[in-house]
T-cell receptor, first 113, second 111 residues
């Protein structure tokens, strides 16, 4: 049974470039969450969707970040333009409902030079 | 300022020792969860506590929710190298609120 799938697992890019992170939630799950993890700030919720609709994006750092969920099986988190301070591990998680157990993907380690 | 403060940040012990990790807040939480994260992987849920004073056991791990629902602890008995990892607490202020995570405790158990 496949868990949450994220791609790429590692991304190295230069400042100013566009970065797109991808997530495939567990089949049948209605809620999807994007988190960012750094040593300084820990694990922070960026945005979450319920039934493909963004519910709370108050954690999105600034306009350079955007997230979409065009269908129940795919979501993207885009950073344009990227900056060195965006370097972090980005996790996607999914759950049956908004407050049900969240299952995390393996994360994407982003390095912006 | 973190809503959930975990202590200690780092813990390095020998196999067989006992340890306790704390998760404290000045706010009341509807529920609190503990996760374990291994390098290169995402966090995995260990337990959810919802009632003040609640105690849950998972093999050698004992979780407690404070009476006032502002704090929680994780106690590991006879730690093993396989317990090594990052332990995170996370809470919901309301039943349908989003999860807020603590900074985590990095535990290393030496053989």
């Amino acid at each position: 049974d496949a868990g949450v799938i994220q791609s790429p697992r590692h991304e190295v890019t230069e400042m100013g470039q566009e970065v797109t992170l991808r997530c495939k939630p567990i089949s049948g799950h209605n809620s999807l969450f994007w988190y960012r993890q750094t040593m300084m700030r820990g694990l922070e919720l960026l945005i979450y969707f319920n039934n493909n609709v963004p519910i709370d994006d108050s954690g999105m750092p600034e306009d350079r970040f955007s997230a979409k969920m065009p269908n129940a099986s795919f979501s993207t988190l885009k950073i344009q333009p990227s900056e060195p301070r965006d370097s972090a591990v980005y996790f996607c998680a999914s759950s049956s409902g908004t407050t049900d157990t969240q299952y995390f993907g393996p994360g994407t380690r982003l390095t912006v030079l | 300022t973190q809503l959930l403060e975990q202590s200690p940040q780092f813990l390095s012990i020998q196999e067989g020792e006992n340890l306790t990790v704390y998760c404290n807040s000045s706010s009341v939480f509807s529920s609190l969860q503990w996760y374990r994260q291994e390098p290169g992987e995402g966090p995995v849920l260990l337990v959810t506590v919802v009632t003040g004073g609640e105690v849950k056991k998972l093999k050698r791990l004992t979780f407690q929710f404070g009476d006032a629902r502002k704090d929680s602890s994780l106690h590991i008995t006879a730690a093993q190298p396989g317990d090594t990892g990052l332990y995170l607490c996370a809470g919901r202020r309301t039943s349908y609120g989003k999860l807020t995570f603590g900074q985590g405790t990095i535990l290393t158990v030496h053989p």
